[in-house]
């Protein structure tokens, strides 16, 4: 007799975890029930659910000490007892959760797959049941070992993202993509793979690399990111005497940022004029190759350059890495843990 799948799942609230009330959203505990009454209710396959609740919070309000409850309640289950691991959480920081999980917890040999909804159960056109439904699937048929999201867009195609490349869902149609774009399509056929040299292959996937993390027991260095705008006046930034160990500067799309700006504007004089902290800068692509002269001189000022990782996944990674004491956080800032980077290999893009 075939054993029955166990999936651990996490109820942490979010959109998928609430209801609608005089045209006002909120978590309500009782839905992650009807999630599973309703999924029960549609689907055929038994499958045995053991339910935590780590918090029950709107997701915007969601801070790092909140990946640290998430981290502790896998860390405090034998990962290997369960088949898959699915985290209800909403949608406005998942991608940030999702990075931390990576970033969090020794490289897992089960598949953790997180979920939102665009609206809340029940609502018209919620997607909150498609994707709950598919992370199921996916636990049950792929097996696939590491972190990853599962999401439904507005085109009706559901989308499978490693967790370190989801991006913030649009504004317009509550989408979500991946940075380097998604590592696949899953319907009832399965994982359907885009061939692209950006991803790693299935080969790699159903292999993991079982390597520790460094631990991380509590967020006390502060780290602060700053987007680049036309007219961003940094000497409003007062980072003396406060906490913070690090900043993450997202600049223009090849990296470039102001650097002859006048009253406030150059980040060239910010990064001189606070030298105490890290500045880290994206978006690179290749720092051994051409630069813009504002590229080189920040660089030159001692700006320290990612390359080809996305804002949320470099953002998180930072905190993680100011807040561990088992290497240097540059040399945690280098170190891959679950494709963050976006790599060109010749063996990558095929699904074998």
């Given amino acids: ?110 598949p953790i797959v997180l979920v939102a909804a665009n609206y809340a159960i029940g609502e018209p056109n919620s997607n909150a049941i ?46 979500f993509t991946s940075f380097g774009g998604p590592l696949g399509e899953f319907d009832q056929r399965g994982l359907c793979c885009v061939p692209t040299a950006k991803n790693p292959t299935m080969i790699k996937l159903y292999n993991p690399s079982l390597d520790d993390v460094p631990s991380v027991k509590e967020f006390r260095n502060d780290v602060l990111a700053l987007r680049a705008y036309p007219g961003l006046n940094y000497e409003v930034i007062e980072l003396r005497n406060r906490p913070i160990r690090a900043v993450l500067h997202s600049l223009y799309h090849c990296g470039s940022g102001n650097i002859s700006g006048e009253n406030g504007t150059s980040l060239l004089a910010f990064i001189k004029n606070n030298p105490n902290v890290d500045h880290y800068m994206i978006s690179y692509k290749n720092i051994h190759g051409d630069l813009y002269a504002s590229c080189q001189a920040l660089i030159a000022a001692g700006g320290i350059p990612l390359e080809n990782i996305s804002f949320e996944a470099a953002v998180t990674k930072l ?34």
Wanted: overall charge negative; charged content about 20%.
């Fill in 1 to 110: 007799m075939e054993k029955t799948p166990k999936i651990l799942l996490l109820l942490t609230g979010g959109t998928i975890g609430s209801a609608v009330n005089d045209h006002c959203i909120n978590v309500d505990s009782r839905r992650g029930d009807d999630l599973l009454a309703m999924y029960k209710e549609q689907n055929s396959p038994e499958v045995e659910f053991e339910v935590v609740r780590p918090f029950n919070i709107l997701s915007e309000n969601a801070e790092p000490q909140h990946w640290l409850q998430i981290i502790e309640v896998l860390q405090s289950h034998r990962l290997s007892d369960y088949d898959g691991v699915i985290i209800a959480h909403g949608s406005d920081t998942l991608p940030y959760t999702a990075a931390a999980l990576a970033y969090g917890l020794d490289s897992p040999s089960i």
């Fill in 130 to 175: 498609a994707n709950f439904s598919a992370a199921v699937a996916f636990i049950i048929n792929m097996k696939l070992p590491g972190f990853y999201a599962i999401y439904k867009n507005s085109d009706d195609v559901t989308y499978v993202h490693l967790a370190t490349r989801l991006l913030e869902a649009d504004w317009l149609k509550d989408d």
């Fill in 319 to 352: 905190n993680f890495a100011y807040n561990q004491q088992e290497c240097s956080p540059l040399s945690y800032m280098k170190r891959e843990f679950f494709y963050e980077f976006l790599r060109d290999a010749p063996e990558n893009g095929y699904v074998i």
